[in-house]
């Protein structure tokens, strides 16, 4: 949606008066509840966080760590230090622990068999296989604990700085935990960064040792656009669900998390998801190198240097509570000179009420030299005296 200018004005106004003034808006209610213990929605599109609630408590992560067992998998094909016709031996570790015997998820794997990756594969995503996630782990890494290793290391990667995960299934650990936060994220990497594996995840259902086994995500057999991705329980963390959609041209991620049943779990993911559908319009409110502001130099031929953004930037705002929108141009200043064009040297972010909504780079529009000896020496005796402001 295109905003008229008298919108644009508006809320370039806000934004502009958040940068100028350092507004605080008053903490506001949550603009939506839900009765899950942790959520947070994500628009994918443009990065905005519609919602979120206890978004980084580290809780278990349940089945959902499973997420993170397919990242793995998935970049090892995508570098190709594996490949979908590599078969994987069905050890009695794997088979005792998550195998029929253990009574949890299942593929039913038979003790000694060789599998397929890409069988292995809809196992895990479809039947949320904990034999087929320790088969694959023991035959990547040669353990459960060394592909932790690989799990963690992977996570950091991508930027999940809050989550730890000690095993591929997801069973019961307490030094494993995840916030949704990092689930959301994660979920959102997987669809960007493999496509050609994400189509697993709205598989409706698989047969494996002639047991057929229907995907367990409510979410798919609604009509909300749903084509992902994973479920989750364990007494410890209640019921949990990432879920993804994409419906008039929107994508959206939602992970929850402690919710206290199966029927509940279902229906507040589709409750949010919906709502983040109907709640928000997107405005673009600046365009490619559009200058925004300025931040503070240190030592500079000048004393500031303007900041853009390298593409055009959407946001989204609430159709109801948008007056409660504030922004910030973030830095860690001053910026020390000199700096060149294109440097990223801040970040601008905008919060909805008390939830920091979105993110964006911003980087120096030009750049700045080293200023003379008498300006370096009056910035120093400035930040000496006063500190900086």
Same mark, same amino acid.
Request: contains cysteine; charged residues 20%.
């Given at each position: /949606?295109?905003?008229?200018?008298?919108?644009?004005?508006? *809320?370039?106004?806000?934004?502009?008066?958040?940068?100028?003034?350092?507004?605080?808006?008053?903490?506001?209610?949550?603009?939506?509840?839900?009765?899950?213990?942790?959520?947070?929605?994500?628009?994918?599109?443009t990065?905005?966080i519609?919602?979120?609630?206890?978004?980084?408590?580290?809780?278990?992560?349940?089945?959902?760590?499973?997420?993170?067992?397919?990242?793995?998998?998935?970049?090892?094909?995508?570098?190709?230090?594996?490949?979908?016709?590599?078969?994987?031996?069905?050890?009695?570790?794997?088979?005792?622990?998550?195998?029929?015997?253990?009574?949890?998820? &299942? /593929?039913?794997? +038979?003790?000694? #068999?060789?599998?397929?990756?890409?069988?292995?594969?809809?196992?895990?995503?479809?039947? #949320?296989?904990?034999?087929?996630?320790? *088969?694959?782990?023991?035959? /990547?890494?040669?353990?459960e604990?060394?592909?932790?290793?690989?799990?963690?290391?992977?996570?950091?990667?991508?930027?999940?700085?809050?989550?730890?995960? &000690?095993?591929s299934t997801?069973?019961p650990?307490?030094?494993?935990?995840?916030? /949704?936060?990092?689930?959301?994220k994660?979920?959102?990497?997987?669809?960007?960064?493999?496509?050609?594996?994400?189509?697993?995840?709205?598989?409706?259902?698989?047969?494996?040792?002639?047991?057929?086994?229907?995907?367990?995500?409510?979410?798919? &057999?609604?009509?909300?656009?749903?084509?992902?991705?994973?479920?989750?329980?364990?007494?410890?963390?209640?019921?949990? =669900?990432?879920?993804?959609?994409?419906?008039?041209?929107?994508?959206?991620?939602?992970?929850?998390?402690?919710?206290?049943?199966?029927?509940?779990?279902?229906?507040?993911?589709?409750?949010?998801?919906?709502?983040?559908?109907?709640?928000? +319009?997107?405005?673009? *409110?600046?365009?490619?190198?559009?200058? =925004?502001?300025?931040?503070?130099?240190?030592?500079?031929?000048?004393? &500031?240097?303007?900041?853009?953004?390298?593409?055009?930037?959407?946001? !989204?705002?609430? *159709?109801?509570?948008?007056?409660?929108?504030?922004a910030?141009?973030?830095?860690?200043?001053?910026?020390?000179?000199?700096?060149?064009?294109?440097?990223?040297?801040?970040?601008?972010?905008?919060?909805?009420?008390?939830?920091?909504s979105? +993110?964006?780079? !911003?980087?120096?529009?030009? #750049?700045?030299?080293?200023?003379?000896?008498?300006?370096?020496?009056?910035?120093?005796?400035? +930040? !000496?005296?006063?500190?900086?402001?």
């Open positions: /949606m295109q905003p008229s200018t008298l919108q644009t004005v508006l *809320i370039r106004l806000l934004v502009t008066l958040a940068f100028l003034t350092g507004i605080v808006v008053p903490a506001t209610a949550q603009l939506f509840e839900t009765r899950a213990k942790q959520a947070v929605l994500l628009d994918a599109n990065g905005t519609l919602f979120a609630k206890n978004a980084d408590e580290q809780v278990p992560p349940a089945s959902l760590a499973k997420l993170m067992t397919m990242e793995v998998v998935f970049h090892a094909l995508k570098v190709g230090r594996l490949s979908m016709d590599d078969e994987l031996q069905v050890s009695e570790n794997a088979w005792r622990t998550g195998g029929a015997v253990s009574g949890g998820s &299942t /593929m039913f794997a +038979e003790l000694g #068999s060789s599998i397929r990756v890409e069988d292995l594969i809809q196992g895990v995503i479809v039947q #949320s296989a904990n034999d087929g996630c320790i *088969i694959i782990a023991e035959g /990547m890494a040669g353990s604990g060394l592909f932790a290793r690989l799990m963690n290391a992977r996570a950091r990667e991508i930027g999940l700085n809050d989550s730890i995960f &000690t095993n997801g069973l650990d307490p030094l494993q935990k995840v916030t /949704m936060r990092d689930l959301a994660l979920a959102d990497h997987i669809r960007r960064e493999y496509p050609e594996y994400y189509k697993f995840y709205s598989q409706p259902q698989f047969t494996w040792n002639k047991i057929l086994q229907r995907n367990r995500n409510p979410l798919l &057999t609604m009509d909300i656009g749903a084509d992902g991705m994973k479920t989750g329980y364990t007494e410890d963390s209640g019921y949990a =669900i990432v879920g993804s959609i994409n419906k008039d041209g929107r994508r959206l991620i939602v992970a929850m998390s402690g919710l206290p049943d199966q029927r509940a779990r279902g229906e507040e993911a589709r409750k949010l998801l919906e709502w983040g559908l109907r709640a928000f +319009e997107p405005y673009q *409110i600046f365009e490619k190198d559009e200058e =925004i502001g300025n931040v503070r130099l240190y030592g500079g031929e000048q004393l &500031t240097v303007p900041v853009t953004v390298k593409e055009n930037l959407s946001i !989204l705002l609430p *159709i109801a509570d948008r007056e409660n929108m504030k910030r141009i973030i830095y860690t200043g001053p910026i020390i000179a000199p700096v060149e064009k294109g440097q990223e040297i801040a970040t601008l972010k905008v919060w909805i009420g008390d939830n920091l979105q +993110e964006t780079p !911003l980087y120096a529009a030009y #750049s700045v030299g080293l200023g003379p000896i008498h300006r370096r020496a009056l910035d120093a005796l400035t +930040e !000496l005296a006063f500190g900086w402001i």
